[in-house]
């Protein structure tokens, strides 16, 4: 599930549509052009973005009739770069097109069978919704099986969004709540304050429809504050994360996993459930955390660097790198996560956090598959095939965890070996 922040409320919103209009399995946001545009615009296009190829509808805008599509093989031995790109493209009636009406997997088929490198997806109407190429129908085939995306109700990907405590954040949240997103994080370092107690009472009142996940905390008495005013959710971890000095600066927090089964004791008293926030490092983590209390792990410095990542990667001491850094860094509180630091209006703003650079992780939609397929063989060691029953053996007492010494954690790890290479998949 996504959660998407701006400083900006006009960004924030437009990228929870973005999430809600997107089809998984297609090119939702492909180049597109309007018949009047010329050449040269292709040409700035591909420069400016990489795109060889657009769609041409009628607006130039997406869910409009589409025309045509046009390649740099329909311009590239043009010299009058002026040509409208009306004169050069190819029809509707000669490109083959699929259809939302069908799965994606028969739009795979279609595409496969008619030997393109692209099919634009239309509605009944012949508007353009989607695109799918022959690039990434190849990648998904080399990859294992992704699974089923999240989806709401109505058929849309789940999008969640986060606020902070302030009056202008009741605005906000009202704002993201029409867009259609379908749970709202309050998004404070601490999350027992008088602040967010009244933002989830306001919130239950006023979109009783959108689930609302508190915190961060990390006690039992935090806990019980939040879920007693109505919080659906709560966060846990204080200080945890790779990039998080809470606990160096301020001396508050608590060992992740401490933290996850002692909130996780008390969540369950309500049915609610907690997402494990910060410490994760490997699958390993990730079924430590689920098996503790946690119904979800959030996992950060793990998936920064990847591909789709924010940012843009640049090479630093011959390494290919992204900026990486975290909320309560002096960075980050420059675009405006001050405030979630109760920062924002003082002189002084003491960073609880670093920015830095990792490397060059490649896709998530590699890792994912080979990180669920990780907790899936750590579950099956353990004897449980659900989070719940994982959940049930620790509170029977058949499944019990173990402090593990210094020397015990070394002979967990790989050891008496001259050299090895450690490739996680």
Same mark, same amino acid.
């Given at each position: 599930?996504?959660f998407?922040?701006?400083?900006?409320?006009?960004?924030?919103?437009?990228?929870?549509?973005?999430?809600?209009?997107?089809?998984?399995?297609?090119?939702?946001?492909?180049?597109?052009?309007?018949?009047?545009?010329?050449?040269?615009?292709?040409?700035?296009?591909?420069?400016?973005?990489?795109?060889?190829?657009?769609?041409?509808?009628?607006?130039?805008?997406?869910?409009?009739? #589409? &025309?045509?599509?046009?390649?740099?093989?329909?311009? %590239?031995?043009? +010299?009058? /770069?002026?040509? @409208? $790109?009306?004169?050069?493209?190819?029809?509707?009636?000669?490109?083959?097109?699929?259809?939302?009406?069908?799965?994606?997997?028969?739009?795979?088929?279609?595409?496969?069978?008619?030997?393109?490198?692209?099919?634009?997806?239309?509605?009944?109407?012949?508007?353009?919704?989607?695109?799918?190429?022959?690039?990434?129908?190849?990648?998904?085939?080399?990859?294992?099986?992704?699974?089923?995306?999240?989806?709401?109700?109505?058929?849309? #990907? &789940?999008?969640?969004?986060?606020?902070?405590?302030? %009056?202008?954040? +009741?605005? /906000?949240?009202? @704002? $993201?709540?029409?867009?259609?997103?379908?749970?709202?994080?309050?998004?404070?370092?601490?999350?027992?304050?008088?602040?967010?107690?009244?933002?989830?009472?306001?919130?239950?009142?006023?979109?009783?429809?959108?689930?609302?996940?508190?915190?961060?905390?990390?006690?039992?008495?935090?806990?019980?504050?939040?879920?007693?005013?109505?919080?659906?959710?709560?966060?846990?971890?204080?200080?945890?994360?790779?990039?998080?000095?809470?606990?160096?600066?301020?001396?508050?927090?608590?060992?992740?996993?401490?933290a996850?089964?002692?909130?996780?004791?008390?969540?369950?008293q309500?049915?609610?459930?907690?997402?494990?926030?910060?410490?994760?490092?490997n699958?390993?983590?990730?079924?430590?955390?689920?098996t503790?209390?946690?119904?979800?792990?959030?996992?950060?410095?793990?998936?920064?660097?990847?591909?789709e990542?924010?940012?843009?990667?640049f090479?630093?001491?011959?390494?290919?790198?992204?900026?990486?850094?975290?909320?309560?860094?002096?960075?980050?509180?420059?675009?405006?996560?001050?405030?979630?630091?109760?920062?924002?209006?003082?002189?002084?703003?003491?960073?609880?956090?670093v920015?830095?650079?990792?490397?060059?992780?490649?896709?998530?939609?590699?890792?994912?598959?080979?990180?669920?397929?990780?907790?899936?063989?750590?579950?099956?060691?353990?004897?449980?095939?659900?989070?719940?029953?994982?959940?049930?053996?620790?509170?029977?007492g058949?499944?019990?965890?173990?402090?593990?010494?210094?020397?015990?954690?070394?002979?967990?790890?790989?050891?008496?070996?001259?050299?090895?290479?450690?490739?996680?998949?």
């Amino acid at each position: 599930m996504t959660f998407v922040f701006s400083p900006q409320l006009e960004e924030q919103i437009n990228h929870a549509k973005k999430v809600k209009s997107h089809n998984a399995g297609y090119v939702s946001n492909p180049a597109i052009l309007s018949p009047n545009s010329t050449i040269s615009d292709l040409d700035e296009l591909r420069s400016s973005r990489g795109f060889t190829s657009a769609c041409i509808t009628e607006s130039g805008l997406s869910r409009a009739p #589409l &025309l045509g599509l046009v390649t740099t093989r329909d311009v %590239d031995l043009i +010299r009058d /770069r002026s040509t @409208s $790109l009306s004169e050069v493209m190819t029809a509707t009636s000669d490109l083959v097109v699929g259809f939302s009406t069908k799965s994606l997997k028969e739009n795979e088929s279609i595409l496969i069978e008619s030997k393109r490198g692209k099919l634009p997806i239309v509605d009944e109407n012949g508007c353009l919704i989607g695109l799918l190429t022959r690039v990434n129908v190849k990648e998904c085939l080399s990859r294992p099986p992704s699974g089923l995306p999240s989806l709401d109700t109505s058929g849309k #990907l &789940l999008c969640g969004a986060a606020v902070g405590t302030r %009056d202008t954040d +009741r605005i /906000r949240a009202q @704002s $993201l709540a029409d867009t259609g997103v379908n749970a709202i994080i309050l998004d404070s370092s601490q999350g027992d304050s008088i602040y967010q107690l009244e933002m989830i009472k306001f919130l239950k009142n006023n979109v009783p429809s959108v689930d609302i996940i508190a915190g961060n905390v990390v006690t039992q008495h935090q806990a019980r504050r939040l879920l007693e005013a109505g919080a659906d959710g709560l966060r846990v971890g204080m200080g945890s994360g790779s990039i998080c000095t809470t606990q160096e600066v301020c001396a508050v927090g608590r060992g992740q996993a401490t933290a996850v089964y002692k909130v996780g004791q008390i969540a369950k008293q309500f049915d609610v459930p907690i997402i494990a926030d910060g410490g994760i490092q490997n699958s390993g983590h990730i079924v430590k955390a689920l098996t503790l209390g946690g119904s979800v792990a959030m996992c950060g410095s793990m998936f920064s660097g990847s591909t789709e990542a924010p940012g843009h990667y640049f090479y630093q001491d011959g390494v290919r790198v992204k900026k990486y850094r975290g909320m309560g860094s002096l960075d980050a509180m420059k675009k405006g996560s001050d405030s979630r630091y109760l920062s924002e209006t003082g002189h002084l703003k003491i960073a609880q956090g670093v920015s830095g650079t990792v490397r060059d992780k490649g896709s998530v939609r590699t890792m994912i598959p080979y990180l669920i397929h990780g907790v899936k063989q750590g579950f099956q060691d353990l004897g449980v095939d659900s989070v719940g029953k994982a959940h049930a053996a620790l509170s029977a007492g058949t499944m019990t965890m173990e402090v593990r010494s210094g020397a015990a954690q070394q002979e967990g790890g790989i050891h008496d070996m001259h050299s090895y290479s450690k490739v996680p998949w």
